[in-house]
């Protein structure tokens, strides 16, 4: 049976929620600095990530409505980096590619809320956003068991729970 410590499943739930921590973080961190079972690991990651990007989705609306209150119109009409990337990914690859790709190469938090706000439905955003992450994160879980046997010699043998 796995040896799993609830209180850190709970802080790497914590930071997959986060945006640009995500799974990207926790998993290594999960798996390389903790010491913990990859499968929860991944599966705690993926669980924390989707429920950020689902939360940043549906509220966005009210959040970015609040930031324009805020901003001036001259301000409004600044060029965005991350929209005009985004946007170009859009075309080229669709929601799959901006889904996959943008969880990786962004963050999926910033990748779906973008692709919302440049008109993509909420539901299909999130979709593809979600299957990037669970992608990513075993990705990111399988080269954490492999990348923990390059830190033992840094962190030693009891760091490492086997």
Same mark, same amino acid.
Do not use: C
């Given at each position: ?42 599966? $705690? &990651? ?7 990007? *689902?939360?940043?989705?549906?509220? =966005?609306?009210? /959040?970015? #409505? ?49 692709? $919302? &706000? ?7 955003? *999130?979709?593809?956003?979600?299957? =990037?992450?669970? /992608?990513? #994160? ?25």
């Amino acid at each position: 049976m796995m040896d799993v410590d609830f209180s850190y499943m709970l802080v790497l739930f914590i930071g997959a929620i986060i945006p640009l921590v995500e799974y990207m973080l926790a998993v290594p961190v999960g798996v390389i600095l903790m010491g913990e079972p990859v499968v929860p690991v991944v599966v $705690v &990651a993926i669980i924390g990530n989707i429920l950020g990007v *689902i939360g940043i989705v549906l509220l =966005g609306d009210k /959040i970015r #409505a609040l930031i324009l209150r805020r901003k001036k119109d001259t301000e409004e009409n600044r060029p965005n980096r991350r929209k005009e990337k985004t946007q170009k990914y859009l075309e080229k690859y669709g929601m799959p590619g901006v889904g996959i790709l943008g969880s990786f190469l962004l963050s999926s938090h910033l990748s779906a809320a973008t692709a $919302v &706000a440049l008109g993509v439905p909420k539901g299909l955003a *999130i979709f593809w956003t979600v299957i =990037g992450v669970m /992608i990513w #994160a075993i990705v990111f879980g399988i080269v954490s068991v492999y990348a923990s046997h390059w830190f033992e010699p840094f962190l030693g043998p009891q760091a490492m729970k086997e």
